[in-house]
């Protein structure tokens, strides 16, 4: 992958959900500093609140359903191919793309999950950690690769559980630092490429 060098790189952010970091990803990207800008949003899911961001910033977006998800995988890197886009940043995408697609995609990509990896890969992350009465948890920005939540960690932050928090209140925590963090570790990862 060429160095970045002042340019920013073409982006493309997949959501299934809610996209609040989408929306913190997006207003980043804004930033003069920022090494990447926003061209493109997956979503597997029309109903996506996270697409009224795409919308309201006027970025691209295109729906794919999954039914069968090899054909869905080739539309998108038919779009990403397209589109020139150089990184994703993987931000609540409920879907596990195939070996088949990081491979031909060829470009990094990113995924923020919401615990310490490797710890508590997979879903259900908050109510599995709450179960153990782990004392942290946190968040993780870490490298795509063939296996769930398990490629290369670029960056984590912790938060502190106490007594009182439920799902609802770990999942706000943890939300917050994630805002920060993904924008944080994304300019880390890229320059150091
Ligand atoms: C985040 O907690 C992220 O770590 C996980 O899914 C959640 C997505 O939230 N992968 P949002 O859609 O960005 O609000």
């Known amino acids: 992958m060429e160095k970045f060098l002042g340019k920013k790189i073409s982006t493309a952010v997949f959501i299934s959900g809610r996209g609040s970091n989408l929306k913190s990803l997006i207003n980043f990207s804004k930033k003069k500093k920022s090494p990447i800008k926003i061209d493109l949003v997956i979503s597997n899911n029309p109903e996506a609140k996270g697409l009224t961001y795409a919308k309201k910033s006027k970025i691209k977006f295109f729906i794919y359903n999954f039914k069968d998800p090899s054909l869905s995988e080739k539309k998108i890197l038919n779009k990403l191919k397209i589109f020139q886009i150089k990184l994703i940043c993987l931000a609540g995408f409920m879907r596990i793309l195939s070996v ?94």
């Open 100 to 193: 088949k697609f990081i491979k031909k995609f060829n470009y990094p990509i990113l995924n923020i999950h919401p615990s310490l990896l490797p710890k508590y890969k997979g879903i259900h992350t908050h109510i599995r950690v709450l179960k153990n009465k782990e004392k942290l948890s946190g968040s993780t920005v870490h490298l795509v690769n063939s296996k769930l939540d398990s490629g290369k960690i670029i960056l984590q932050k912790k938060v502190r559980i106490l007594n009182s928090d439920n799902v609802k209140s770990l999942e706000k925590k943890i939300l917050k630092i994630e805002h920060k963090l993904y924008p944080k570790a994304i300019s880390i990862f890229l320059s150091n490429l």
